[in-house]
């Protein structure tokens, strides 16, 4: 009987972690206009807003891979905000992880969400999807 209860319990947790890795860094394609933060300064294209915390090690890999874009393609900007100490920020914007990126426009409405750690490809192709719209 145990052993059961242990098997279940390890198909539930390696399901929860299948379903987990699925779902992070996945881009939710969104349009929503929300008063932006101060200090957001909007690219001319596009902007990559994160949302970080002081203790989030995939923080800090996204912050390189977004910083690195933006300094690339012309017209693209990147801000990163520190949500450790604002919890009206993360409220405002239902983070529920971090690291949480917005891809706005060129008008600061809000047009995809990724949760979690992003990917370059990803980003390019979202990039360009929106910039085409535009």
């Known amino acids: 009987m145990e052993l059961i ?9 390696t399901g929860l972690g ?3 890795k699925a779902l992070n860094g996945r881009v939710r ?12 300064v909007l690219g001319s294209d ?16 996204t912050h ?11 017209g693209l900007s990147h801000v990163d905000l520190d949500i450790t100490h ?4 993360a409220a405002q914007f239902n983070i529920l992880q971090t690291p949480t990126t917005f ?6 409405t809000i047009r ?10 990803t980003i390019l192709a979202e990039l360009d999807r929106i910039l085409i719209a535009a």
């Open 103 to 108: 891809i706005l426009d060129a008008t600061g």
């Open 64 to 74: 390189t891979v977004l910083d690195r874009l933006a300094s690339d393609r012309d």
């Open 86 to 89: 604002r919890a009206d920020l």
């Open 29 to 40: 394609q969104v349009v929503k206009t929300q008063s932006l933060p101060e200090g957001v």
């Open 46 to 61: 596009a902007t990559l807003l994160q949302f970080s915390t002081e203790v989030c090690s995939p923080c800090r890999a």
């Open 112 to 121: 995809a969400r990724i949760g979690g750690a992003v990917k370059r490809d």
């Open 5 to 13: 209860v242990i098997a279940a319990l390890v198909a539930f947790a």
């Open 18 to 20: 299948f379903l987990h």
